[in-house]
């Protein structure tokens, strides 16, 4: 639902899903790009920038548990500078991150 071009969702939209999981944001070329916030049914949900369908850039994503990471996104992966917070807004580990996976 939104704004098409060309048969595309394109400009401002929302995309549901069988499953439950929706994405509303920014679309072009009938591809998440751009701000949006995805959401799954579990409750998990990420908000900030995409390019190409994928979380890429600066973004937030929050856990079922309130556990969240927030920080840089390279093809949806943890990549660059982040940090991890729990439920209580206590501060985990904070550093460098590649390819999903903590580096310190």
């Known amino acids: 639902m939104g704004e098409f071009r060309a048969g595309k969702i394109h400009g401002k939209g929302k995309k549901t899903y069988p499953s439950g999981q929706a994405y509303v944001g ?3 070329g009938g591809e998440f790009n751009g701000m949006g916030e995805y959401t799954w049914p579990s ?8 390019k190409d369908d994928q979380p ?15 920080g840089d996104y390279l093809n ?7 940090k991890e917070i729990d439920k ?17």
């Open 26 to 28: 920014d679309f072009e």
């Open 43 to 50: 409750g998990r949900k990420y908000t900030g920038e995409f």
């Open 56 to 70: 890429n850039g600066k973004g937030e994503k929050v856990y079922p548990s309130g556990d969240r990471y927030i």
């Open 76 to 82: 949806g992966k943890f990549t660059g500078q982040g």
């Open 88 to 104: 209580n807004g206590v501060v985990k580990r904070v550093g460098s991150w590649e390819n999903g996976k903590f580096k310190g």
